[in-house]
């Protein structure tokens, strides 16, 4: 049984995929060798509804079952590739969200990097670019990308330094952050390192 | 969320009542403008309104509601609709002049070696405030760009949703569904027959290609004020009187929500 194929079974496999991806909240690598099989199935299923519907036309008779279920395979394989990339880039712009916009820190994660097809590289690349011309708009009173899940209690932050972040420009002057250190400063001024990982709050 | 809106309105009154109390005979009055009692209260004004500065009064049903009160209600709104509202370009616009010129002010209180001890607390405050109205903006400003980007392919193609959004809005979504497009096509579809290359496939038995608004989604409706009997999807009538709270599908009650009578909560 298990040789058996079917039409649409690798369709299944990629979203399933995706249904994985989702109950374990993260990003698979890129499926590419998948994508292509279901891409090369695509032109096979094409060309023998062509064939088909040639020698139909000969016979001059109703359209043979064999078609109907052609196409419902080519459809439904097409929704499962759109889907599975669909939802690849609804992750990848959560996970955008997440590290607060900042797209270098994200591109310099290798194991990331390496789940990603050059395609969703390149999308990333051009979402972050949309997104900073939206955000242009408010650049005099406030910073859209900043956190919205908790709202603000107190403007002081006590924060840990857990990574070299080096000398830091905020509004009331510089701050020197030194690794194991540990500060009290404007979370306004720091919010983006946080959620970089760059500080921990304590 | 309402908890925090409530305990939002707590902390604006104990905001203004920690302003009164700097306001005794040892804090003489400085030049006009950088006088913190008086920008909060324009901060509750609309934006170049003329009306002489008026305190807040904690009972809101007596009192007209100011704008960020106003804001309030429509991030809730924008937060649980399923549906895009109608873009608050005025009323943004108001609310982040000034913010711009609260900051501005306390940036040049701060450096004021006159400032006494206790108006640095009073500052403090207003900094915390200023703070807090940012992240309500944000969240809105982020809850409509979610939305945005989730149907910006039926944004480009419905004109009548174009109209609730902004100009930069707009420009957003038809980048978005650009991008979008682009990427499906350089990943998929260029690589398929041309038959089948098309994002607009209408199969039948399958859904659309082009997700929308689901208007159907349940909200939970609070009434404002007595409003007109709605009809429900099975055909009865709903009659909600004020303060009536309800769960009904979203398009039962849009205009509802839309002329201001409900809120949804």
């Known amino acids: 049984m298990s040789d058996t194929h079917q039409y649409g079974d690798n369709g299944t496999k990629l979203l399933m995929e995706s ?16 994508v292509r099989t279901l891409i090369r199935e695509q032109r096979d299923l094409e060309k023998l509804a062509t064939s088909l519907l040639e020698a139909d036309h000969n016979l001059r008779g109703p359209p043979p079952p064999a078609l109907l279920i052609i196409q419902t395979t080519i459809n439904r394989n097409k929704r499962c590739l759109l889907a599975y990339h669909a939802h690849r880039t609804s992750m990848l712009q959560n996970m955008y969200w997440k590290y607060g916009g900042a797209l270098p820190h994200l591109l310099s994660d290798p194991d990331l990097r390496s789940r990603l097809s050059p395609h969703e590289v390149d999308y990333l690349r051009q979402y972050n670019s949309s997104l900073m011309d939206f955000r242009s708009d408010f650049t005099y009173e406030l910073d859209i990308m900043s956190g919205i899940e908790k709202p603000p209690t107190e403007i002081q932050v006590r924060v840990r330094v857990a990574r070299e972040c080096g000398v830091v420009q905020t509004e ?6 030194k690794p194991g250190e540990r500060y009290v400063v404007r979370r306004a001024d720091v919010e983006h390192l946080i959620v970089q990982g760059y500080l921990e709050e304590i | 969320m309402s908890n925090w809106g409530r305990e939002y309105e707590n902390r604006s009154g104990f905001f203004n009542d920690a302003l009164d109390v700097g306001q005794g005979p040892a804090n003489p009055p400085r030049q006009a403008g950088f006088n913190l009692d008086e920008d909060i209260d324009v901060a509750m004004q609309p934006a170049g309104a003329v009306a ?3 305190r807040l009064v904690e009972n809101t049903e007596e009192v007209e509601q100011t704008p960020l009160q106003t804001m309030i209600r429509h991030w809730m709104n924008e937060r649980h609709s399923p549906d895009i509202l109608p873009a608050q370009e005025a009323l943004l616009a108001g609310l982040l002049d000034h913010l711009r010129s609260q900051t501005r002010n306390i940036q040049i209180l701060r450096d004021d070696p006159r400032t006494s001890e206790s108006e640095h607390i009073r500052i403090m405050l207003v900094q915390t405030e200023i703070e807090r109205v940012k992240f309500l903006i944000r969240s809105y400003i982020r809850t409509r760009l979610y939305k945005i980007e989730r149907y910006a392919r039926f944004i480009t193609t419905n004109a009548d949703i174009q109209t609730r959004l902004t100009a930069s809005e707009r420009e957003h979504a038809s980048r978005h569904a650009k991008i979008t497009d682009q990427h499906l096509f350089l990943s998929v579809l260029q690589s398929l027959p041309e ?3 098309h994002l607009d496939d209408t199969p039948v038995f399958y859904p659309s290609m082009v997700t929308q608004p689901d208007k159907t989604r349940p909200v ?16 009865t009538r709903l009659q909600m009187n004020k303060g009536h709270i309800s769960l009904t599908p979203y398009h039962v009650v849009e205009h509802l929500v839309a002329r201001g009578e409900a809120e949804l909560v």
């Open chain 2, 52 to 54: 002489p500065p008026r």
């Open chain 2, 220 to 235: 939970f409706v609070h009434a404002l004020q007595d409003c007109p009997p709605v009809a429900l999807p099975d055909g």
């Open chain 2, 195 to 197: 038959s089948q290359a």
């Open chain 1, 19 to 34: 249904r994985r991806s989702t109950q374990t909240d993260t990003l698979m690598k890129y499926n590419d060798t998948l």
């Open chain 1, 172 to 177: 009331n002057g510089t701050i020197d952050f």
